[in-house]
């Protein structure tokens, strides 16, 4: 599934041809995708201007100029992409802007999802009420991350993957931070030292960016706006490495893959603690 990274990296390849950008025609090819299209869907589009693309969590977020918001999930194998041609079997969803731009839903799982919710009413909407803070915010710190930690009994990797936690965080970038701060995925969240705190802040951020400026994680379905793949999986220090050498200078220890809540964790128990 594609995580924050992903998702803020197609947000902003779909910059240029959304925001500010009127819809001349949409199509839609089928009735539903993991949920059904609302009702007069391609009607209540067509002829809207896209005032604001933001993200939240792992959701895009296309603010309409008359009150509503089309909100779009990626799902697993769901992708946005620009100027495609838009006639295959699973392109589900076909939008034309006065870029002029064809934006293009593909999703073969079918498990991604577009909506339209009332935008003045959006943090009240069963998609994002109850979400975390954004970890790219300067509101995610160390103050707020002890905070949210602090009497937690489930694993340190748990923790972080709850999305009232921190909002948009994956089992890749969790894994791949956790190493950067040196703690150990199995490490209970309560027992997390204080000090370590603004470390494990600082690497959430850190392997946040790093991901965005690669263009994200292509592992399976997943492409940028452009149809190009992203390139940080190339850069994994312990995700999918396992029996691999510890990348750490100096550590001489091995990745390990361990099953957490029915997700892999990878990490080095040498220099993890």
Not at 59 to 69: I, K, M
Not at 143 to 170: E, F, H, M
Not at 229 to 254: I, N
């Amino acid at each position: 599934m594609p995580e924050l990274p992903e998702v803020e990296t197609v947000r902003m390849g779909l910059l240029p041809v959304l925001e500010g950008r009127k819809f001349v025609k949409v199509e839609v090819r089928r009735g539903d995708l993991r949920v059904p299209f609302p009702k007069d869907f391609a009607k209540r589009l067509t002829g809207r201007r896209v005032t604001r693309l933001w993200r939240r969590a792992k959701y895009l977020l296309a603010e309409l100029d008359h009150g509503e918001t089309l909100v779009i999930h990626l799902g697993m194998s769901g992708r946005m992409s620009v100027h495609a041609e838009g006639g295959g079997k699973h392109d589900h969803v076909v939008m034309e802007t006065d870029a002029p731009a064809r934006i293009v839903f593909t999703d073969h799982r079918r498990f991604g999802l577009m909506t339209l919710v009332d935008t003045a009413s959006i943090d009240d909407d069963k998609l994002f009420k109850g979400l975390g803070v954004e970890p790219l915010l300067d509101d995610f710190d160390a103050t707020y991350l002890s905070r949210a930690l602090n009497g937690k009994k489930t694993p340190i990797k748990s923790a972080l993957l709850d999305q009232r936690v921190i909002a948009g965080l994956g089992n890749i970038y969790v894994c791949e931070a956790l190493f950067r701060a040196g703690i150990s995925p199995k490490r209970l969240a309560a027992k997390v030292q204080k000090s370590s705190i603004a470390p494990l802040v600082h690497a959430i951020k850190a392997v946040l960016e790093d991901a965005i400026k690669a263009g994200g994680s292509s592992l399976r379905d997943y492409k940028k706006a452009d149809g190009e793949l992203g390139y940080f999986q190339h850069h994994f220090r312990v995700y999918d490495r396992a029996a691999q050498p510890c990348p750490k200078k100096g550590c001489g220890g091995t990745v390990k893959r361990i099953v957490q809540a029915g997700r892999s964790s990878f990490y080095c128990p040498t220099c993890q603690k």
